[in-house]
């Protein structure tokens, strides 16, 4: 008998190193939030826990993501609660945007099988949850001396800003991908204009273009409604989404066709490009 070997993907340290980068620095930041709130017996501590685990239970409930993965979203949900307790919180714009993704992913799944570009139906697996989610979890997290010992009201809305453009971004490139499959017939590579086969690395169509500007826009408007954003704000949040977008075509069929990154790499770039152009703008220019 042949001994069974597990074929490991393609540049997959890629992918395990995204999850060093992302869950550590998560897990870090809860735990010390969580000493904080024990010592002051704030309630944002059962309240983070609780939401956290629910939404891990949800997700893995309805096979949108593996075990593993799911604990890497309860992690970053705990990050974006943390980052806005209560009512008016990021996990919202989040929602949506997993209903948007999860919706997308079933549209003309046989088709989507036909041709191999079909989700596992074990859902996502742990990397591609930090690739598409890390961005606002990090965006979330203070990262330098203002934002922990000095905060503001500068800092605090440039980290929104960067939340929101992330998972405005992350959401048009899920409904960009599934739905231009479905609906947008034979794509075009981004850098040439030629057709490729559908689930060609940088390959875009109108209508799968047209579904993730939709899609940035709606996760953009729950956004600006729930974190009361002004309408500058929403403008930039959305087109930096809508930039990310683009980079991540772009990215694909430049870095990911060539065998320089793989998917889960490109996902996260994309979405650091969005949040960060997003931050910068609305630091320096509102």
């Not at 992690?75 to 943390?82: E, H, N, Q």
């Not at 500007?213 to 949040?237: E, Q």
């Not at 949040?275 to 910068?280: E, G």
Request: hydrophobic fraction near 55%; glycine fraction near 8%; aromatic fraction near 8%.
């Amino acid at each position: 008998m042949i001994p069974y070997k597990r074929t490991v993907p393609p540049l997959h340290w890629q992918s395990q190193l995204l999850l060093l980068l992302v869950v550590p620095a998560c897990s870090m930041w809860i735990f010390f939030q969580f000493l904080d709130a024990w010592q002051r017996h704030d309630a944002i501590l059962l309240q983070t826990a609780g939401i956290s685990l629910a939404f891990g239970l949800v997700v893995w409930g309805l096979r949108a993501a593996t075990g593993p993965a799911a604990a890497t979203g309860a992690l970053i949900t705990a990050c974006l609660y943390l980052r806005s307790p209560g009512w008016r919180t990021a996990l919202i714009p989040l929602l949506a945007m997993l209903v948007l993704t999860l919706v997308s992913t079933r549209i003309g799944r046989e088709r989507k099988e036909e041709v191999g570009t079909a989700e596992d139906r074990h859902g996502r697996s742990a990397s591609q949850v930090a690739a598409n989610l890390g961005a606002a979890a990090l965006a979330s997290i203070p990262l330098t001396a203002a934002q922990l010992f000095s905060p503001s009201s500068q800092t605090s809305l440039a980290a929104i800003a960067a939340i929101g453009a992330a998972l405005a971004e992350a959401t048009a490139d899920t409904l960009s991908s599934e739905l231009g499959q479905v609906f947008g017939g034979e794509p075009r590579l981004l850098t040439t204009m030629r057709r490729v086969p559908a689930g060609t690395d940088g390959g875009v169509t109108l209508a799968g273009t047209a579904a993730g500007c939709i899609g940035a826009a709606l996760v953009t408007a729950i956004a600006a409604v729930t974190l009361s954003l002004d309408a500058k704000l929403a403008t930039v949040i959305f087109s930096c989404g809508i930039l990310g977008l683009f980079a991540d075509s772009l990215l694909g069929a430049v870095f990911e066709r060539r065998g320089w990154l793989n998917n889960d790499a490109v996902n996260f770039l994309s979405t650091v490009i969005a949040a960060v152009t997003a931050a910068w703008f609305s630091h320096f220019s509102l």
